[in-house]
């Protein structure tokens, strides 16, 4: 789905590159940056809840 979001608003998928470029233009693009750093966390620790459900619910042998 980024990718998608590449080509329609010309954004980036790296945090540390929507961060670079956000510091000199400062405005919106800064206040909007939190987006890029918190997104991807949430993302990960619901993947980790998601695996702990389903690994719970397997046999161990």
């Not at 997104?39 to 695996?51: H, R, S, T």
């Amino acid at each position: 789905m980024p990718l998608f979001g590449i080509y329609f608003t010309g954004t980036s998928v790296n945090p540390a590159r929507s961060f670079g470029p956000a510091l000199f233009v400062g405005g919106d693009a800064l206040s909007n940056v939190w987006v890029f750093i918190v997104a991807p966390l949430v993302g990960g620790v619901l993947a980790a809840l998601v695996y702990k459900c389903l690994a719970a619910g397997q046999k161990e042998e």
